[in-house]
């Protein structure tokens, strides 16, 4: 099994830069070989994906973040940050940890980024 927990949502002003994280626990060989991703989701949509980072190191971005936020994958494996600029009010979500591994899919408990204009 594994536990993943996030950090860092909070309140910044349009423009500004908020720095999530997310840290992952239990099993190493589960942990090393997953994809590790952010999604985020708004009232009444659909959960979806902002940025993910497979085991070797490669990238994906959604359009819409793409050149202001930065996904980045600790050395130890277990730890995975986004790092957000130039946020925009249409960034305000609740951002979820996810893991994804041999089809199984883990979440943490999520985190509100709200941005004021």
């Known amino acids: 099994q594994v536990r993943l927990v996030e950090s860092g949502g909070g309140l910044v002003q349009a423009g500004g830069s908020l720095r999530l994280s997310c840290t992952a626990s239990?099993?190493?060989?589960?942990?090393?070989?997953?994809?590790l991703g952010w999604y985020r989701q708004t009232p009444g949509k659909q959960r979806e994906l902002v940025a993910s980072i497979t085991s070797g190191g490669q990238t994906n971005y959604a359009d819409s973040v793409k050149g202001r936020f930065t996904i980045s994958r600790g050395n130890a494996r277990n730890t995975m940050a986004l790092q957000m600029n130039s946020l925009r009010p249409e960034d305000t979500a609740v951002y979820y940890c996810?893991?994804?591994?041999?089809?199984?899919?883990?979440w943490g408990q999520g985190t509100q980024v709200t941005v004021s204009s």
């Open positions: 239990g099993s190493t060989s589960l942990i090393n070989a997953m994809a």
């Open positions: 996810n893991g994804n591994v041999a089809k199984l899919d883990y």
